[in-house]
T-cell receptor, first 112, second 116 residues
Framework: KAGVTQTPRYLIKTRGQQVTLSCSPI?????VSWYQQTPGQGLQFLFE???????NKGNFPGRFSGRQFSNSRSEMNVSTLELGDSALYLC???????????FGPGTRLTVL | AQSVTQLDSHVSVSEGTPVLLRCNYS??????LFWYVQHPNKGLQLLLK??????LVKGINGFEAEFKKSETSFHLTKPSAHMSDAAEYFC??????????????FGQGTTLQVKP
């Protein structure tokens, strides 16, 4: 079974721009969660989608948004990028959201 | 509120010696607990999980962890370290309930250094 895939793997943007990251879950998994990893804050939960609905959201500003498609693939969008948005963005999939999560390799976003 | 505290930010061991990575958790409910490992520039890999069955949990690559409710601890151990074990390790808690579905809470991580 193929693992979780994320595209692109690396991204460089400038302040004020917006960015879209993509995540394809393991086949059969319906829950996709997104996390931000930074050296200062560690790993923090952004949001979780299940059956195209956002079920839970972390403490991030509204510039961070996401969606999920009928095939369970998910995208997250960050608008009006700030320098502090530079991070590794990880997505994880699970069967229902109440099980263990399997992580993708991440997208490294650098904001200049 | 639920939280996880990893008691050591950095642990250094010699190859062939035991590994102990310490984790304490706080949760109002019966949590699920996990250990994940992250090698440089890689995603997170699940090492093992505790979900209220046996308190001693065996994982991949010779790692195991023991859930101790009285001490609210979930320490990770390995009898003999290998050079390939050098990585960042995360203790993680998942709390049941609709408001927590899909949300993992991570400790700050412990960097394991293995010296030859």
């Amino acid at each position: 079974k193929a693992g979780v895939t994320q595209t692109p793997r690396y991204l460089i943007k400038t302040r004020g721009q917006q960015v879209t990251l993509s995540c394809s879950p393991i086949s059969g998994h319906r829950s996709v969660s997104w996390y931000q990893q930074t050296p200062g804050q560690g790993l923090q939960f952004l949001f979780e989608y299940f059956s195209e609905t956002q079920r839970n959201k972390g403490n991030f500003p509204g510039r961070f948004s996401g969606r999920q498609f009928s095939n369970s693939r998910s995208e997250m969008n960050v608008s009006t990028l700030e320098l502090g948005d530079s991070a590794l963005y990880l997505c994880a999939s699970s069967l229902t959201g109440a099980n263990e999560q399997f992580f993708g390799p991440g997208t490294r976003l650098t904001v200049l | 509120a639920q939280s996880v505290t990893q008691l050591d930010s950095h642990v250094s061991v010699s190859e062939g010696t035991p590994v102990l990575l310490r984790c304490n958790y706080s949760s109002s409910y019966s949590p699920s607990l996990f250990w994940y490992v992250q090698h440089p520039n890689k995603g997170l890999q699940l090492l093992l999980k505790y979900t209220s069955a046996a308190t001693l949990v065996k994982g991949i690559n010779g790692f195991e962890a023991e859930f101790k409710k009285s001490e609210t601890s979930f320490h990770l151990t390995k009898p003999s370290a290998h050079m390939s074990d050098a990585a960042e390790y995360f203790c993680v808690v998942s709390v049941p309930g609709s408001s927590n579905t899909g949300k993992l809470i991570f400790g700050q991580g412990t960097t394991l250094q293995v010296k030859p």
